[in-house]
């Protein structure tokens, strides 16, 4: 059974970059759509960006408009992860970000739908703050 991990988060000031990472384990990310969603406090959660799996078949990559430019999702083959290279942060991406892996749903309806297939898996989130 696919398993994911956050990690990467923490405090960086404005204009500061992060890099977030999505290891799975259990099975390979290659045949999976990938996505981030982020929730800040007191909002709904949000999806940020959603990849493709490696067939391709399932979309184009996706991006939500206030992120454009600044972030870039990628994947690690070798290391079975997905990343989200986050930069000139703003406060307003503060959240608590959350990555998502479906093998049945394409992107970018993962990312802005949020709703995942029974076989779609969650991991349990990393913290991003930006505040000076």
């Known amino acids: 059974q696919l398993q994911l991990v956050e990690s990467g988060g923490g405090l960086v000031q404005p204009g500061g970059s992060l890099k977030l990472s999505c290891a799975a384990s259990g099975w390979s990310l290659d045949y999976y759509v990938v996505g981030w969603f982020r929730q800040a406090p007191g909002k709904e959660r949000e999806g940020v960006s959603c990849?493709?799996?490696?067939?391709?078949?399932?979309?184009?990559?996706y991006y939500t408009d206030s992120v454009k430019g600044r972030f870039t999702i990628s994947r690690d083959n070798a290391k079975n992860t997905v990343h989200l290279q986050m930069d000139s942060l703003k406060p307003e991406d503060t959240g608590i970000y959350y990555c998502?892996?479906?093998?049945?749903?394409?992107?970018?309806?993962?990312?802005?739908?949020?709703?995942?297939?029974?076989?779609?898996?969650w991991g349990q989130g990393t913290q991003v703050s930006v505040s000076s």
């Open positions: 990849l493709p799996s490696m067939s391709g078949e399932e979309g184009t990559t």
């Open positions: 998502a892996a479906d093998f049945l749903t394409g992107c970018p309806t993962l990312a802005t739908t949020g709703i995942l297939s029974d076989q779609g898996t």
